[in-house]
């Protein structure tokens, strides 16, 4: 029985789609949740569907049946996120469970109008989406996305989110 768990992969800077590609050509399971962003282009309103962790993606694996150290090696991938000791670090069930829940559902779609509840430098906790229930300190705010630090598998990491996912910590 391979008993498949979900993993957090960074991509190379604007390679996400071409990490998935290549991740799926070797028979890895993988998700790429997306947003739909509308932008103007030559005076007209274009709709772009766009990552929604800007620079991850994420792929299933049974780490101790199957081969996945070429992960770090496939074309799009910076890296597979790993504890310290070098060893992948699963989702907790329940996030990858919201995740591709989320995910089967198609493409989020971005709110016209958005409270932003948090300011660059506090504190804030993700109350929706995978990441739901971390803390992390917001770094940068731009249009209707937020940075924000949070501590998984070991070290600190920003991730990219809607700003609405993001409120100030309590």
Known sequence: MVDRKWHVVESKFAEEARALEHLRDQGFKTLLPTYVSRRIVRRHEVSVERPLFSGYLFVAFDAIREEWRRINGTRGV??????IDGNPVPLRTEEALALVERCEQGPLTEPDVVRIL???????????????????????IRRNRVGISVMLFGRVETLDMPVEYVTRGT
């Open 118 to 140: 948090i300011k660059p430098g506090e504190e804030g906790q993700i109350v929706e989406g995978a990441f739901s229930g971390h803390f992390g300190v917001c770094e940068w």
């Open 78 to 83: 910076k890296r597979l996120m790993t504890s």
